[in-house]
C-alpha cells in the first residue's frame, strides 16, 4: 500500500520561506518521478513541480520558477519543496504524487497515480 505523508506547511509572510517534506512509503521510491501540486480554495489543483527519479531532472510551472526547488533524499524515501520569496498567491493546500510510467514531464493530475493528504500553506500579505 502506497502512503505518501506531507509535512512542513504553515503559516508565512509574504517574501519568507517554506520547506515541504513528501515521506513515501510502500513503493520503490527511486524509480519513479516526483511531482507537487497544489490546491487554492475555489480553484482546480495545479502542477507545481516534479523531480526525475534519480534527481537529476527537474520541471517547474512558470509561476514558481525562480521561487520554487524540488529535490529528493532516496535514501530516505522522500521530496522536497523548499519554496521561497512566497506571495499570498501561493496560498494552497500543497501534495505531492507519484507519477505513473512514461518519460515525458507530466503536469495534469492524470498523470500521477497516487497522491497524499496534503499540507496547507497560507501565505500572509
Known amino acids: 500500500q502506497v502512503q505518501l505523508v506531507e509535512s512542513g506547511g504553515g503559516l508565512v509572510q509574504a517574501g519568507g520561506s517554506l520547506r515541504l517534506s513528501c515521506a513515501a512509503a510502500?513503493?520503490?521510491?527511486?524509480?519513479?518521478?516526483m511531482g507537487w501540486f497544489r490546491q487554492a480554495p475555489g480553484k482546480e489543483r495545479e502542477f507545481v513541480a516534479a523531480i526525475s527519479w534519480s534527481g537529476g531532472s527537474t520541471y517547474y510551472a512558470d509561476s514558481v520558477k525562480g521561487r520554487f526547488t524540488i529535490s529528493r533524499d532516496n535514501a530516505k524515501n522522500t521530496v522536497y519543496l523548499q519554496m521561497n520569496s512566497l506571495e499570498p498567491e501561493d496560498t494552497a493546500a500543497y501534495c505531492c504524487?507519484?507519477?505513473?510510467?512514461?518519460?515525458?514531464?507530466?503536469?495534469?493530475?492524470?498523470?500521477?497515480?497516487?497522491w497524499g493528504q496534503g499540507t496547507q500553506v497560507t501565505v500572509s500579505s
Open positions: 504524487a507519484v507519477a505513473g510510467p512514461g518519460s515525458r514531464w507530466k503536469t495534469a493530475q492524470a498523470g500521477y497515480n497516487y
Open positions: 510502500g513503493l520503490s521510491f527511486s524509480s519513479y518521478t
